[in-house]
Nanobody
Framework: QVQLVESGGGLVQPGGSLRLSCAAS????????RGWYRQAPGKQREWVAT???????NLADSVKGRFTISRDNAKNTVYLQMNNLTPEDTAVYYC?????????WGKGTLVTVSS
């Protein structure tokens, strides 16, 4: 079993920054990738960012230039640095992990961008 726990969400003003963390625990091996998704109210979940097992990163066009994904393998943790936030970034942010044998999801952390 794998557990993913997100943290770092909250309320921030437009133009502000937040850093989300996703800590993994349990039976972890042969990780293919780790990523972030988000789901805004009334919308479908959408992909935000991915970091692969060899460190390749990719970001959705809507967040390129503002968000950065990174990882700390020693801590089994992946981060999402979010800068210049806008109200359109308001959503529940979920992390996931794809490894041999399955795909795992956290329960999400809420990010609200509002003045």
């Amino acid at each position: 079993q794998v557990q993913l726990v997100e943290s770092g969400g909250g309320l921030v003003q437009p133009g502000g920054s937040l850093r989300l963390s996703c800590a993994a625990s349990g039976t972890i091996f042969s990780i293919n990738s780790r990523g972030w998704y988000r789901q805004a109210p009334g919308k479908q979940r959408e992909w935000v960012a991915t970091v692969t097992n060899i460190g390749f990163t990719n970001l959705a066009d809507s967040v390129k230039g503002r968000f950065t994904i990174s990882r700390d393998n020693a801590k089994n943790t992946v981060y999402l640095q979010m800068n210049n936030l806008t109200p359109e970034d308001t959503a529940v942010y979920y992390c996931n992990m794809v490894q041999e044998g399955g795909t795992y999801w956290g329960k999400g952390t809420l990010v609200t961008v509002s003045s």
